[in-house]
């Protein structure tokens, strides 16, 4: 599965868009790409995933570059409670596939006031 | 439903003594994974399962086994435990081939056990 870049961490001021970028430079065709989040002491929660269209759910939206290189979660008015780890993940999607996720760090994303 | 659900919450070792992590779902799902959590570390996989019955090392398998003898218990054995296991541990779940979505969905967490070994 192809690596991913993110930023360490990124505040963000409640009521606004918060914009999480995550690079995957060496992804393939066949490669989605995911995103988890995991709020303090609580497992990880699933967001969104995509392959290249953009894709958007009441969680949040994903966008990614028309090359697939890099990608843009989006939580259009962030509040208190989206403080959490961010994971973005690129894995292979096959039907024989048991569904392998390689976390990497992470963003912290911290909501302000 | 309950969803993933794990037993239990916390536990305190000490090195040499043996534990079995319980995990349950409620989803009637195929996949069950074990993952430890180190801190500023992302989840790593320790063993995983396709079914009932069957079971697959993951990324850091050793010093743990894993049973699943029915479909919705997915057990994490610690043998003899070291102080290098002292972690975060979460279960998760995901629907199989006959699921809606699949091989696209998600896995769903339980809340994790944190464990301390003396």
């Known amino acids: 599965d192809a690596k991913t870049t993110q930023p360490p961490s990124m505040d963000c001021a409640e009521g606004r868009a918060a914009n999480l970028p995550c690079n995957h430079s060496t992804i393939s065709g066949n490669e989605y790409v995911y995103w988890y989040r995991q709020i303090h002491s609580q497992g990880p929660q699933y967001i969104i995933h995509?392959?290249?269209n953009n894709e958007t759910n009441e969680m949040a939206s994903l966008i990614i570059t028309e090359d697939r290189k890099s990608s843009t979660l989006i939580l259009p008015h962030a509040t208190l409670r989206d403080t959490a780890v961010y994971y973005c993940i690129v894995r292979v999607v096959k039907a024989d596939s048991w569904g392998k996720l390689q976390f990497g760090a992470g963003t912290q994303v911290v909501v302000t006031p | 439903n309950a969803g993933v659900t794990q037993t239990p919450k916390f536990r305190v070792l000490k090195t040499g003594q043996s534990m079995t992590l319980l995990c349950a779902q409620d989803?009637?799902?195929?996949?069950m994974y074990w993952y430890r959590q180190d801190p500023g570390m992302g989840l790593r996989l320790i063993h995983y399962?396709?079914?009932?019955?069957?079971?697959a090392k993951g990324e850091v398998p050793d010093g743990y086994n894993v049973s699943r003898l029915k479909k919705q218990n997915f057990l994490l054995g610690l043998e003899s435990a070291a102080p290098s296991q002292t972690s975060v541990y979460f279960c998760?779940?995901?629907?199989?081939?006959?699921?809606?979505?699949?091989?696209?969905?998600?896995?769903?967490f339980g809340p994790g056990t944190r464990l301390t070994v003396l």
């Open positions: 399962s396709v079914g009932e019955g069957t079971t």
């Open positions: 989803m009637n799902h195929e996949y």
């Open positions: 998760a779940s995901r629907t199989g081939t006959s699921g809606r979505d699949f091989p696209y969905n998600e896995q769903f």
């Open positions: 995509g392959l290249k």
